[in-house]
């Protein structure tokens, strides 16, 4: 299971890391649309955000929204084996953390989370994902089984069955460019 996962983690990045800026723009921004129409999202009084690292779906639209909307806005920091989210306000200093993606200082945690959003690499039609394969975001799934998590992703990284070891987590939503698929 291990080789196949690398296998697929592999052919996905190198498609993701082929799309052009601006249709990466293009499509990244329908996918942050799907987010900030779900009703758990309008519900949501404190949200995780993910800081988008190289060719990842961007996020800014989203912490965009939460704001005008009242909601706090949260960044993963990588603790150990663990990610922890603290709050970030626009214009908070970032520092560049063990993996080259950018996190908040740990100065403000944001306790409970209402909905996290979720990069991932390959996503599928039951919930699945594969990440980078460090097990940050499956560890934090679960120990946080009520914060509603939603994947971001371009449409094209949805195979139809991944495969899935006893620690993945699934996910309660997928927003891609195309729409939303609740799990």
């Not at 498609?15 to 249709?23: G, Q, V």
């Not at 120990?143 to 094209?156: D, K, N, P, Q």
Request: glycine share 10%.
């Amino acid at each position: 299971m291990r080789a196949e996962k690398q296998r697929l983690r592999r052919r996905m990045l190198e498609k993701r890391n082929a799309l052009p800026a601006t249709e990466a723009a293009r499509l990244g921004a329908l996918a942050q649309k799907h987010v900030v129409e779900i009703p758990e999202f309008e519900s949501a009084r404190t949200i995780g955000i993910y800081y988008p690292l190289g060719s990842e779906v961007r996020t800014d639209e989203i912490a965009r929204a939460a704001r005008a909307g009242g909601k706090k806005v949260s960044l993963p920091r990588t603790e150990g084996n663990m990610i922890r989210f603290y709050e970030y306000k626009e214009g908070d200093d970032l520092v560049e953390g063990r993996f080259g993606v950018m996190e908040p200082a740990p100065s403000h945690p944001a306790g409970p989370l209402d909905l996290v959003v979720i990069p991932g690499v390959v996503f599928d039609a039951q919930g699945c994902r594969i990440g980078y394969g460090k097990g940050f975001y499956d560890r934090f799934l679960a120990e946080r089984l009520a914060t509603f998590s939603v994947g971001l992703a371009y449409s094209f990284q949805v195979v139809e069955a991944l495969p899935r070891g006893r620690f993945d987590r699934k996910l309660g939503a997928l927003a891609t460019d195309e729409g939303i698929m609740y799990f």
